[in-house]
């Protein structure tokens, strides 16, 4: 494989980059919001270190929303079939060898720390996410030591004086899987790196720790970090439970960059109340659990429950279901060939996280495709040109239309369910319980909020 000025200004990659960008944040997701941009320094190295959680949507995210064209380095067994590691390349990505790819892949690591290195020297920006792994959890893993060894080599190589800066960066999934989510990615401050490359000169080994510890606090506010792993699901559950209650009581218009704050808020309250008051965190532990499972059990997601909307409302919402129908038709079935071709492959995956990255990669090529054949029949058999062009613009547009009146369908589907129960001791119980973990969280949080 070629490597050799990946870091180069590529055309061809700003092309297709262009076209990337556009399908990542304003058709695949619903809002990006980018803050901290002005923190990426100019004309000077720059390492990305990025936190770890939906694959390829990671690098996709801060590839779609930054000017520069980034170097990635990324594990070395995706690059195992010769066109994806074409593929790969083409989109300036790098592989990083680990033990479990061979011990004699490791003397590739060579070839790969020289020309990041290079790319560092060129001023330019490499990117490496340091937990090497994703993970679902909202939680920052154990950081390895790529990103400082490569540092230091660069710095040591030219008599430190090179001056390279690490930008933290949190990306931040309101979800990690569903089509047309949320995605924040939020940029830190430059991290400057002089004070470890003194101790790096006497004891490289502790200045790689320490400036190993030093990122991952610089990376922790700028991202949901549930640090008490042992609660994990109490305090990812408060986290949605308690959003849009946290945005009222902070002033937030609702957007991805005001609901990350608001998580953030509530995350920081439950980690103050299990310092503080560990008994009200296994009382609501227990409240979520019991609550969480009347939910499940009945297929009832926990915002339903919340608004309990009355017999009207839900009246009106099944007209409008009506009258949309028509138009939903019009774009699932212009729609529905390569909306399922991902789950052909998602369905038989072992790891949930890659599913985003199978849906955006395949639906990249086979909508594109389906819309191009879908044309040309249609100017086979059409003889106006300009409904043939209606129609080809028409096919994003109404396909966008469609998931939403199906999502709408759902969650409708949803509050009938609950407005079907609500009156049974099922739904007295869930009720009661959501009033109850309210009154046990609320006015802690206030208290928190206020002192």
Same mark, same amino acid.
């Given at each position: ?14 092309? /297709?980059?262009?076209?990337?960008? #556009? *399908? ?22 720059? #390492? ?8 390829? !949507?990671?690098?996709?995210? *801060? ?55 290079? /790319? ?13 792994? &994703?993970?679902?959890?909202? &939680? ?67 200045? !790689?720790?320490? =400036? ?12 949901? &970090? ?40 509530? /995350? ?31 297929? /009832? ?14 009246? !009106? ?5 009506? #009258?949309?129908?028509?138009?939903? =038709? ?6 529905? *060939? ?5 789950? =052909? ?35 086979? #058999? ?14 994003? *547009? ?54």
């Amino acid at each position: 494989m070629n490597f050799k000025r990946i870091d180069r200004w590529s055309f061809r990659y700003h092309l /297709i980059r262009s076209f990337v960008s #556009f *399908i990542h944040n304003n058709i695949f997701y619903r809002n990006v919001c980018v803050t901290g941009k002005e923190n990426i320094p100019e004309n000077t190295p720059v #390492f990305f270190a990025p936190n770890h959680q939906n694959a390829l !949507m990671d690098a996709l995210a *801060i590839l779609c929303n930054v000017k520069q064209q980034a170097v990635f380095i990324a594990r070395a067994d995706i690059f195992k079939n010769s066109l994806i590691a074409r593929i790969l390349i083409l989109f300036k990505i790098l592989p990083a060898y680990r033990i479990r790819d061979g011990k004699e892949s490791l003397r590739k690591n060579e070839e790969i720390f020289d020309i990041s290195v290079k /790319i560092l020297e060129n001023k330019n920006i490499l990117a490496l996410f340091p937990e090497t792994t &994703h993970t679902d959890l909202r &939680h920052l893993k154990e950081l390895k030591k790529g990103v400082q060894r490569i540092v230091f080599q660069a710095e040591e190589k030219n008599d430190y004086k090179l001056g390279v800066k690490i930008v933290p960066i949190g990306i931040y999934f309101s979800n990690y899987w569903n089509f047309q989510s949320d995605v924040h990615i939020n940029f830190g401050k430059p991290m400057e790196i002089d004070e470890y490359l003194e101790i790096y000169k006497i004891n490289p080994q502790k200045a !790689m720790l320490a =400036l190993r510890d030093k990122i991952a606090e610089n990376l922790i506010p700028l991202i949901i &970090h549930i640090e008490h792993l042992e609660y994990y699901q109490l305090f990812e559950f408060m986290r949605d439970f308690f959003n849009t209650k946290m945005l009222q009581k902070l002033e937030l218009k609702k957007c991805p960059e005001n609901k990350f704050i608001a998580d953030q808020k509530t /995350i920081e309250i439950l980690d103050s109340i299990y310092q503080n008051k560990p008994e009200i965190i296994s009382e609501l532990d227990n409240q979520a659990k019991k609550y969480q499972n009347l939910l499940k059990n009945s297929n /009832i997601r926990h915002w339903v429950v919340e608004k309990n909307e009355h017999l009207g409302i839900i009246s !009106m919402k099944v007209f409008a279901l009506l #009258f949309s129908l028509p138009v939903f =038709l019009y774009g699932f079935i212009n729609n529905l *060939i390569p909306s399922y071709l991902p789950k =052909l492959v998602t369905k038989k995956l072992k790891d949930r996280q890659f599913t985003s990255s199978i849906n955006f990669v395949i639906g990249l090529i086979s909508f594109p495709l389906f819309y191009l054949l879908q044309f040309c029949m249609v100017w086979i #058999f059409t003889e106006t040109w300009w409904i043939k062009f209606v129609y080809l613009a028409s096919l994003p *547009i109404i396909g966008i239309i469609a998931f939403k009146i199906h999502r709408f369908f759902i969650k409708l589907k949803s509050q009938i369910k609950f407005l079907s129960i609500k009156s049974r001791i099922e739904g007295k119980n869930m009720i009661e319980l959501n009033n109850k973990i309210n009154s046990t969280f609320e006015p802690l949080a206030d208290w928190y909020m206020k002192n």
